[in-house]
């Protein structure tokens, strides 16, 4: 066969197989098959080497015509095959109402969601947050605290006893001792943490519960930080329009101290039959005040330079009045539903 | 403490509105629990039997005229028996609204009553404490006196919370005290002056052996009457949560609850010679207490005797042997002060608390004996006793240490200024003596208030009375400072991650009781030899402290219907050298269904695997783990992991152990995965190496070897035998059965090779390839599946 026969029937094949084709995929074939490296067109161009030297150029340029013409019907073919495909695409109709697939997803649970919230608020106002031991011993809990043996106020840290001197933490300020021995003024921390209280469960009490503490020791440290601080921790947590009240209140670490109260977020304050703060427009959150010059003195401060706050929050509690949660000890239930809705 | 209104406001103006009280009371210190609303009551007066007789056509019932002031007298009947002419009652009139009912004009038997004798029930007071039937007044009583407004029985009552450092406002002369200052109103306080004092007569004599009964006022009345007390008292009494009993021991309680100083009066012919002596209780010293109850004490008691037996635990309850009755003509009155943490410890020991004791161990000032006396001796008189000459014993009563307090420190706590003036003005309302010297002021707190003893307390004691609104809000600027929020973040980035990972975060109690051990060994297993114990668990439900995050999340998983995942974070306690101790963990499972596959292979476990790897990747930034197999409690033994990182074990990854799964009720298999929070490494930033330009290859290998042989030694020998060109090598698919030897097994593994600078041939792969299946086929035997 000569060149030229070798031509025709090259593109007579071409032909058939670009019919013969099959959607956009099926072209790339036929472009190897043809035009690749080791295509046919390469078998024939190869063939030009064994005629004369005169008929070379001539033949060389029909083969790039026949090569041309094969990529223009291949172009074509590929944007026909590809419009047809796109123009199927576009008809499909599906029902957009249908229920999602839903990602396998975890959660956090809500209480701990509300920690790590006030946890992020203080941190970015310049504080550490700090965890400590679960079992402390007396000296941590009170002694250092200013709670001496038989004082009145241990009455209300009705602890659980591991060994005569250890017990579970009733409230996480022992951690307000080990930070202030280990560090220098200032001292700007959070401490989230669990803590124990032998308390009879209900819905509004647990035995077991977590706080968050706060402590903030420099020069120059009053309680109208505290209340600043307080304030802006509501706003972030339970809504921007929260305001802070202190009452006076008693506890042997601080002096002056205070029983915090926010605005009911349920009712904003207006009181009433308010299921939620029983009418008073206000939600009681927990104590805090200003550090007691003894309690600086047992760490070695001295409190006529270092002043500071501490407070001390439930946690539950907080995440109850946020998610309007009707009893408390569902944060320990871990029901599917509570999870899943408050996911 | 429950406070009766109309009582707090003989000593001093209040707001009309118990609401209005309530507010102010909380604004000070003192939140109120409760307001008790008190019924809407009209129409009950007082009235006079002129006559009484019997009904004409009823056994039962009696018919008495009755005077009431300027009306006609009223004829009513009733069924009740205590009743007699001349009495002085309570009747409630036509139209009178009671609790219950509304008196309307009706005929008992054929005669028309005009109203009904009513008792304490229908006042709404406590009907066990008063009379059994009608209620009785004192002669004294105007017949006709609207009985609700005289005695003001429509006052609301508040419970009042008062906290531990202030025993002298669990008196209503003490909060009143506090709301006259807070309002700049006089307080109206009863008569403290004792008018035994200058009387002379007879003396108790005391010995006060404790230095634990720091102060003893005693006092010797004569001519003492007692019976029941005027229904005033009573009254009073009864609405502060007080039972009446007679006119002396109403007395004694009465003054408790007006000035917080608890007395005790003896009957003084039950006490030989007048002597009493504070002393500790004898080992097994019998004490029968004026409730009855019977009681062996031990020397941790402190007791006031006579020279023959003890006569009173002291601080919490007088002996029966010696109790004024209605006989008693002659009695001791015992005003005593006592150490706080003694009465504290006692009580606490003998299982006991009183109201007094309530006080007592909170440690009273010890001026408030002398207060409480001359208020009894006031009441005692009235009463009619004659009153000898108060005596006191003990040590000697000092004024309060001054305290000297730097002004500026009120702007340095509080941060607002108040002028020299009001700061003295407001505390001087309170009864704190105050003078100015350079600067400073020097305080003296007054003698009933032990709570004051520093600058700081003062500083609350002025912003209570300036009102702790004044305190205005500012956010601080928070200085620099070292501390690193470490062990914290890495919890946060755990419970993020896993979360991400599709686990959701449960939170569980750490105390649980013997049944959680029942069901480990039940399973089979040994539960922990020395687990944390607690000594004083509420319940045995709190017996003890949890071994391991496992129990909880397998009745986790229990509860759900089908396949769950679940995490949490939290601390294990364990005993180690007889010492508590605990590790912060994390533990995270999920239970699936079992997959159709055969017995060397778990696909639930390779998912668990691929779970805990993707975890340490993101917690440690490295992205290759070494596991070997292994065994720990609470596992299944043939499918279990630890993970190992630098040699060094960070996690246990596997199958739960099928018994504990089935005995906690899980009726699918678990996986789960736990580890220390602390043995995780830091976070090691990864650091980019940038990947060939040129293509990659690979081969897959189909490896027979002994059964025995873990994969991952297969890989990593492949690894290394096929040289710095091979960046993977993976196994993919594992077969065992008939295609292969017994005993043997083949593993697909796929090779990847890559050249840094040149595309790799295929001549050079399977160069490679084929030296390193040699190698192979050295070191582990292994051939090429056919």
Not at chain 1, 292 to 302: A, M, Q, T
Not at chain 2, 108 to 130: K, T, V, Y
Not at chain 2, 302 to 327: F, H, K, N, P, Y
């Amino acid at each position: 066969m000569n060149l030229v026969d070798n031509l025709e029937d090259l593109r007579a094949r071409f032909e058939d197989a670009l019919k013969n084709s099959a959607g956009a995929g099926s072209l790339d074939a036929v472009r190897v098959a043809f035009l690749g490296r080791s295509g046919e067109v390469t078998a024939v161009r190869r063939s030009i080497g064994k005629l004369p030297p005169a008929e070379r150029p001539a033949a060389g340029q029909r083969i790039n015509e026949a090569v041309e013409k094969m990529e223009r019907a291949l172009d074509e073919a590929q944007a026909n095959a590809e419009a047809l495909e796109v123009g199927a695409s576009l008809s499909q109709r599906i029902d957009a109402t249908f229920p999602a697939v839903p990602p396998r997803q975890g959660s956090i649970h809500p209480m701990k969601r509300v920690m790590h919230d006030v946890c992020a608020y203080f941190e970015r106002h310049g504080f550490a947050v700090v965890v400590g031991p679960e079992i402390e011993p007396d000296y941590y809990n009170f002694d250092a605290l200013n709670i001496p043996p038989d004082h009145p106020a241990r009455e209300g840290f009705d602890s659980f006893f591991l060994t005569p001197n250890l017990l579970l933490r009733p409230h996480t300020s022992p951690m307000q001792i080990r930070t202030m021995q280990q560090h220098r003024p200032p001292v700007a921390v959070v401490v989230p943490g669990t803590c124990y209280r032998r308390d009879a469960v209900d819905a509004r009490h647990l035995y077991q519960f977590n706080q968050c503490e706060g402590l903030l020791i420099d020069e120059g440290v009053h309680m109208g930080h505290l209340k600043g601080m307080l304030t802006g921790m509501c706003r972030e947590i339970f809504g921007a329009e929260q305001q802070v009240r202190f009452r006076p209140s008693y506890f042997p670490f601080t002096e002056p101290s205070a029983e915090v109260d926010t605005t009911c977020p349920l009712c904003r304050g207006a009181g009433g039959e308010c299921r939620m703060c029983g009418g008073s427009g206000w939600i009681e959150l927990g104590g805090a005040g200003m550090v007691h010059p003894n309690v600086l003195r047992n760490v070695d401060y001295d409190p006529d330079v270092y002043s500071g706050w501490a407070f001390g929050f439930g946690v539950e509690r907080m995440a109850l009045v946020r998610y309007d949660v009707d009893d408390i000890r569902r944060f320990f239930e871990n029901d599917d539903a509570f999870l899943e809705q408050l996911a | 403490m429950r406070v009766p209104l109309a009582w707090l406001r003989d000593y001093v103006e209040l707001p009309a509105d118990p609401a209005a009280v309530a507010e102010m009371l909380a604004l000070l210190g003192f939140p109120v629990a409760a307001i008790e609303k008190r019924p809407v009551i009209t129409g009950v007066i007082a009235g006079r039997i002129a006559e009484l007789g019997k009904h004409p056509n009823a056994d039962r019932l009696q018919v008495g005229r009755i005077e009431v002031g300027d009306g006609a007298p009223l004829t009513i009947a009733t069924a009740a028996t205590n009743v007699a002419a001349g009495q002085t009652i309570a009747v409630a009139t036509i139209g009178a609204r009671l609790p219950k009912l509304t008196i309307e004009r009706r005929k008992m038997r054929g005669l028309e009553s005009e109203g009904m004798m009513i008792s304490a029930e229908e006042l709404a007071l406590p009907d066990e404490w008063f009379e059994d039937g009608i209620m009785q007044f004192e002669e004294s009583l105007q017949p006709g006196t609207d009985v609700v407004e005289y005695f003001r029985l429509s006052e609301a009552v508040l419970d009042v919370e008062i906290t531990s450092n202030r025993v002298d406002a669990m008196s209503l002369i003490g909060l009143a005290r506090e709301l006259a200052a807070y309002q700049n109103v006089p307080l109206r306080a009863p008569e403290l002056s004792n008018p035994g004092e200058g009387a002379g007569g007879a003396k108790a004599n005391v010995t006060i052996e404790s230095p634990d009964c720091r102060r003893f006022v005693s006092q010797i009345f004569t001519g003492v009457r007692s019976g029941s007390s005027p229904a005033w008292m009573r009254i009073r009494l009864a609405l502060a949560g007080q039972r009446p009993i007679n006119r002396l021991v109403d007395i004694s309680n009465y003054v408790m609850l007006e000035t917080a100083q608890p007395l005790h009066f003896y009957d003084a012919a039950k006490i030989p010679n007048h002597h009493l002596i504070v002393r500790d209780a004898r080992e097994g010293e019998r004490f029968v207490a004026l409730d009855g109850s019977e009681r062996e004490l031990s020397p941790q008691a402190l007791v006031i005797a006579s020279e023959t037996s003890a006569e009173c635990l002291a601080g919490l309850m007088g002996a029966r042997s010696s109790e004024v009755t209605d006989q008693t003509a002659e009695l001791i009155l015992e005003s005593a002060n006592f150490s706080g943490a003694r009465i504290r410890r006692t009580a606490g020991q003998l299982g006991f608390r009183t109201e007094a004791s309530s006080r007592h161990e909170k440690s009273l000032a010890p001026a408030l004996t002398a207060v409480g006396a001359a208020r009894a001796a006031q009441l005692l008189v009235q009463a009619g006793a004659m009153p000898h000459e108060p005596v006191a014993f003990g040590q000697p009563l000092s004024a309060a240490a001054p305290i000297d307090f730097k002004i500026s420190d009120v702007k340095r706590l509080l941060g607002y200024d108040l002028p020299p003036q009001e700061i003295t003005e407001r505390l001087d309302g309170l009864g704190f003596k105050v003078e100015p010297a350079d600067g400073m002021l020097r305080v003296v707190p007054p003698e009933w208030r032990t709570d004051v003893t520093c600058s700081a307390d003062v500083i609350e004691e002025i912003a209570r009375m300036a009102g702790y609104d004044l305190i205005a809000s500012e956010i601080p600027a928070v200085r620099a400072h070292e501390i690193a929020s470490g062990d914290y973040r890495r919890e946060r980035k755990v419970a993020t991650t896993l979360a991400a990972l599709g686990y959701r975060e449960i939170v569980t109690y750490s105390l649980h009781g013997v049944q959680v051990y029942d069901k480990i060994r039940r399973a089979g297993v040994e539960p922990p030899a020395r687990p944390v114990e607690v000594q004083n668990p509420l319940s045995e439900e709190q017996r003890y402290m949890r071994h391991s995050l496992g129990p909880a999340m397998l009745t986790h998983l229990a509860r759900a219907n089908g396949p769950d995942r679940a995490f949490e974070i939290g601390r294990i306690f364990y005993t180690e050298d007889r010492q508590p101790l605990e590790t912060p963990m994390v533990f995270f499972a999920f239970s699936a269904a079992p997959q159709n596959e055969p017995e060397w292979h778990d696909e639930n476990f390779l998912r668990a695997k691929g779970d805990c790897e993707a975890f340490l990747r993101a917690m440690t930034g490295r992205s290759r783990f070494e596991t070997a197999a292994d065994e720990r409690d609470g596992f299944h033994p043939g499918k279990t992991g630890v993970v190992l990182m630098d040699g060094r074990e960070i996690a246990v990854v596997g199958e739960v152990d099928p018994r504990l799964v089935r005995t906690f009720g899980v009726r699918l298999p678990v996986y789960a995965c736990r580890m220390i929070l602390s043995a995780l490494p830091p976070y090691d930033v990864p650091q980019f190496q940038p990947p060939s330009k040129f293509p990659s290859t690979y081969r897959d290998l189909a490896l027979v070897c002994d059964a025995d042989v873990p994969a991952q030694r297969l890989e990593s020998a492949l690894r290394t035998a096929a040289g710095a060109w091979c960046t993977a090598a993976t196994a993919f698919d594992e077969y065992r059965g008939s295609q292969v030897p017994a005993g043997k097994k083949s593993i697909a593994i796929r090779v990847t090779l890559q050249k840094p600078d040149a595309t790799m041939t295929d001549a050079e792969a399977d160069a490679v390839i084929e030296q390193a299946v040699s190698t192979l086929r050295a070191d582990f035997g292994v051939t090429l599946r056919a």
